[in-house]
């Protein structure tokens, strides 16, 4: 395994259920986020995670739950989501000290609520 | 808060030349990036400009002027495989807070 994977890879889910998009990187990388990315909407930042800690949360809705137990596993909790709340989730990587902070993507958890 | 600007599609024909603009508003910037996304799959890192200028690499290039808060992307000898939508990101207040713009739709025609 290499980069950054994602699963699943679609889910769909009604607005009561919960459920986990999971996301683990193979890079050694310290830093850990997700995104959200709708249609025509830019890629917008929900959190970041630093050795394991967050440090940034983009005023997201408490419906959605971060959990980062490890440099190299990030999960997103999901519960009583919204149908506004389907869109691509992306997980992304990289290395904090890095000057350019670049960062790797998975491919991406497509998330359909009903 | 950082506000990031850039044409929704574009239309080039292959072999040409293409200049994608990004313009860009935000407090305490520190770079700017470009990433590329093909269509169902994951963006990539291309280029990333700290200092004003041009920036090589390949067939690709990104150009940064910090005080007209303006960035462009030039892509040379378009391939159909270039096709894919092209997004602006500023990095600000630490590396790790970036911003993306909507992204640019690039379709290379034959």
């Known amino acids: 395994e290499t980069g950054v994977t994602q699963t699943p890879r679609h889910l769909v889910m009604g607005m009561t259920n919960k459920k986990s998009l999971k996301c683990e990187q193979h890079?050694?990388?310290?830093?850990m986020y997700w995104y959200k990315q709708s249609a025509k909407k830019p890629l917008e930042l929900m959190f970041v995670y630093n050795f394991k800690e967050q440090t940034e949360n983009n005023s997201v809705p408490s419906r959605f739950s971060p959990e980062c137990p490890n440099s190299s596993h990030l999960f997103l909790h999901l519960h009583t989501l919204q149908p506004e709340d389907s869109a691509l989730y992306l997980c992304?990587?990289?290395?904090?000290?890095?000057?350019?902070?670049?960062?790797?993507f998975g491919e991406g958890s497509r998330l359909t609520v009903l | 808060g950082q506000n990031i600007d850039q044409p929704t599609e574009m239309t080039a024909t292959e072999g040409a030349i293409v200049q994608i603009n990004c313009t860009y508003q935000?407090?305490?910037?520190?770079?700017l990036f470009w990433y590329q996304q093909h269509a169902g799959e994951a963006p990539t890192f291309l280029s990333y400009n700290v200092l004003d200028g041009l920036e090589e690499k390949g067939r690709f290039s990104s150009f940064l002027s910090r005080s007209k808060g303006y960035s462009y992307l030039l892509l040379k000898e378009l391939q159909m495989k270039d096709s894919a939508s092209y997004l602006c990101a500023g990095s600000s207040g630490g590396y790790q807070k970036v911003t993306f713009g909507t992204g640019t739709k690039l379709q290379v025609i034959p």
């Open positions: 890079l050694g990388h310290n830093a």
């Open positions: 935000t407090s305490g910037f520190n770079g």
């Open positions: 992304a990587s990289s290395q904090a000290s890095y000057p350019t902070g670049e960062l790797f």
